[in-house]
């Protein structure tokens, strides 16, 4: 199956939706499955010695360290593609032609190098930063918001993605976020933090 295909397929006699979306970063499977029926194929799949079972938490770390954005965190109907940095999500032609949904916003937007924000990875010392967390300037200013933030397993590092007041989303720039009560240090640094192993066949 192609990369960021899918299609009906039979397993173990029951009609599933498999998709190759790369959602985690890596190149892997997606099964949407009959309710009734996770059980049964879930066991049938754990047959395999190869495979194991693993939950949201670890699809969370994979998709941040991936730099995939979570709809409801870390984009929602608020945001746009300059301030999200997903520009490459709208085509050549659409930029020129225009008519999509939001182009009113959108375009502007891409003309001037405008919005408010960006979106920026971060790497953060101490302790994980955690949606909603606050994220200072360097000298202690509020320029921004973390929208997700785990411990990296791949990298052994405290990872989060947050959206900053243009201007202190340069990589390289240090900057200071609040868990709780404490002012922890931080840095901005290009996503993917893990660079993605798909395989676009």
């Not at 375009?107 to 010392?125: D, H, N, S, T």
């Not at 000298?139 to 900053?164: Q, R």
């Amino acid at each position: 199956m192609a990369f960021m295909t899918g299609q009906t397929v039979d397993i173990a006699g029951v009609p599933c939706h498999v998709a190759r979306s790369g959602y985690t970063g890596e190149d892997g499977f997606e099964l949407s499955i009959p309710t009734g029926e996770v059980v049964g194929i879930t066991a049938r799949l754990l047959e395999n010695p190869e495979v194991k079972l693993a939950g949201l938490g670890a699809r969370d770390s994979l998709r941040l360290e991936a730099g995939l954005c979570l709809y409801g965190s870390d984009i929602d109907a608020t945001t746009t593609p300059m301030e999200a940095n997903l520009m490459w999500t709208i085509g050549k032609r659409r930029r020129a032609e225009g008519g999509f949904i939001g182009a009113d916003v959108i375009l502007p937007q891409l003309a001037a190098k405008g919005g408010e924000r960006r979106r920026i990875g971060l790497i953060v010392e101490g302790a994980p930063a955690r949606a909603h967390a606050k994220v200072l300037s360097a000298d202690g200013e509020e320029i921004g918001e973390i929208t997700s933030g785990v411990p990296s397993p791949s990298l052994g590092k405290n990872i989060a993605m947050a959206y900053v007041r243009k201007g202190f989303n340069k990589r390289g720039t240090p900057l200071k976020v609040q868990v709780r009560n404490r002012i922890q240090e931080a840095t901005v640094v290009k996503m993917p933090f893990v660079a993605a192993n798909y395989h676009k066949i």
